[in-house]
């Protein structure tokens, strides 16, 4: 019983711990939000990606894209000129995501900023974006708290290369959890590399078919 105490006592003095470093993260967030401006269309990454800035921020040289739990602000993601992506120290990612668009009857769900932003541009339906393959399921499930009728597509990354395939398996879990949909891009890659490669049409095409 006194091992049950203190293993009990533990977990709740490292929940608290983490509730306060997720506080005062998302306090740091906002301050970077605040000061960021709006990125610029010509963006380094933006072209390289081929997409909008889609509300964006810019702090320094690096892309900022706020990560949201309902209306608050959770973390940011940066996002340099190459391509390298990183999130604030100590910031919440588990269920938090960031919107493209308004949801309306059909909305998609996506790994990445550039992913989702190619989606947007080419569907026109609302993106939600989860910024990693272990956030689908967490994401998927509240959208589909939010909007049960909606018809929510998740839009796979196809990580063949990758041990395990994480983009697709992760995606098909995230769709069975809310008896949503799935697309997956034919060949390694995800919906940006399609949208590059092959055209626009031929995305639209795997998500619309």
Do not use: M
Request: aromatic content about 4%; glycine content about 10%.
């Amino acid at each position: 019983k006194q091992w049950r105490k203190q293993i009990l006592k533990a977990n709740a003095q490292a929940n608290a711990e983490e509730k306060r470093r997720h506080a005062k993260a998302a306090e740091r967030a906002d301050k970077i939000l605040c000061n960021a401006k709006p990125a610029p269309i010509d963006h380094k990454y933006l072209v390289k990606k081929g997409i909008k800035p889609h509300g964006a921020g810019l702090d320094g040289e690096n892309l900022v894209v706020p990560l949201l739990s309902g209306d608050r602000v959770c973390s940011v993601q940066f996002i340099s000129p190459t391509g390298g992506k990183w999130f604030s120290s100590g910031g919440r990612v588990k269920g938090c995501s960031h919107s493209i668009g308004i949801p309306n009857d059909v909305v998609l769900v996506a790994e990445g900023f550039a992913t989702a932003g190619s989606l947007r541009e080419i569907t026109g339906y609302a993106v939600e974006i989860a910024f990693t393959a272990g956030n689908l399921r967490a994401v998927s499930l509240a959208l589909r708290e939010k909007l049960p009728d909606a018809r929510i597509i998740i839009c796979a990354d196809n990580d063949t290369k990758t041990e395990g395939n994480p983009g697709k398996t992760k995606a098909t879990e995230a769709a069975k959890a809310i008896g949503g949909l799935l697309a997956i891009p034919p060949a390694h890659g995800d919906f940006n590399d399609l949208a590059q490669s092959h055209g626009a049409e031929v995305v639209s095409k795997c998500i619309k078919s």
